[in-house]
């Protein structure tokens, strides 16, 4: 999901948004709610339960009415990707405030801004947090790398501090609201993606290393020791987020089928899904042909999906049977 903080308020108002599907009948079919933004990636369920979505195109989050669909500017003028990744890449929320996280934008690939964590002081204001890309610079991984500031990918809360992965660097970072970064937990060249959190647990989805075959596209889990990390769930292509739904139900977004033009490039259109997770550790296709999804959002029995082309899909009843085999990925 890459984060949401809800309230009760939050949850209600977006149950209410989701009552339209049936509670008997199985997942829908994608439904298009938004259309028109520029490059979206990361996601958050925030204030007043809209959903807010990152721009990097445009440098931009904008808030969204889960109901309607209408399209508001919650922040604009952050900074423009310079290559076909990064910019503002995610959104978080901590009592009330919100923070964004920033990727490839430093020297190291012609851009002139810091990597790292910023908080929203205004509509057009900002304040560098922590500098992630000095960070890692200074403290480069055990992974190979050829981006030096790394490619910080998703945000979430976790126990008083922040939780960044970094899907170049192989690593998940912890960074204080005051501005300390240090490594939470590093992985082999495993591609860490999306994250959230269950209790004193974190959830991390891995699109694996190219060309990312299905067997490499995992969920797993980990706490805040050292102990080894647990695969939770595997078996979709390029997995790029992670979400908990009603009952502890596990969503994982696959973006699909690799489109080998590079690493780091997207997958291919219309060959993404969102999946389910069963109890033997596998996962189940509830709504596939979906153009490059980057992010996830499951409230109640409803998710949304947010793709590379600007538009956000909702799928209904997702926790419900699917109707025949379903499939996996």
């Known amino acids: 999901m890459r984060t949401a903080m809800l309230t009760a308020l939050t949850l209600t108002t977006l149950l209410a948004a989701c009552s339209r599907t049936s509670p008997l009948a199985g997942p829908t079919a994608p439904e298009r709610l938004v259309t028109g933004l520029q490059n979206a990636q990361g996601s958050t369920v ?6 807010f979505v990152t721009e990097p195109a445009a440098g931009r989050v904008v808030r969204i009415d889960p109901q309607s669909g209408a399209v508001t500017t919650f922040a604009s003028g952050l900074p423009l990707p310079i290559v076909g990744l990064g910019g503002v890449m ?3 929320f901590v009592d009330g405030t ?3 996280l920033v990727s490839l934008v430093a020297s190291d690939v012609g851009g002139r801004d810091a990597v790292g964590l910023y908080r929203v ?3 057009q204001n900002f304040s560098l947090v922590a500098d992630l890309g000095a960070y890692a610079v200074a403290n480069p991984p055990d992974t190979e790398f050829f981006v030096p500031t790394g490619v910080p990918y998703a945000l979430e809360f976790f126990e008083g501090a922040f939780l960044v992965s970094d899907g170049h660097h192989n690593r998940v970072l912890r960074v204080t609201r005051g501005g300390e970064v240090s490594v939470f937990r590093s992985f082999g060249n495993t591609v860490p993606t999306g994250l959230d959190v269950m209790g004193g647990t974190v959830y991390m989805s891995e699109a694996g290393p190219v060309p990312h075959e299905p067997q490499t596209g995992r969920v797993v889990s980990f706490g805040a020791g050292s102990a080894p ?5 595997s078996g979709a292509r390029l997995l790029v987020d992670v979400e908990f739904g009603r009952g502890g139900t596990l969503f994982a ?3 699909g089928v690799w489109d080998e033009v590079e690493p780091g490039s997207p997958a291919r259109p219309d060959t993404g899904a969102l999946v389910r997770g069963n109890q033997d550790g596998t996962l189940t296709v509830i709504a596939g042909t979906l153009d490059r999804p980057t992010s996830l959002e499951v409230v109640g029995d409803t998710a949304y999906v947010v793709t590379l082309g600007g538009e956000v899909w909702t799928v209904g009843n997702v926790t419900r049977p699917v109707s025949g085999s379903g499939g996996t990925q």
């Open 46 to 51: 925030g204030p007043a339960g809209a959903l």
């Open 90 to 92: 995610d959104v978080a």
């Open 98 to 100: 919100g923070y964004v």
């Open 121 to 123: 002081d205004g509509t």
């Open 229 to 233: 990390e647990t695969v939770v769930a």
């Open 253 to 255: 977004l696959s973006q």
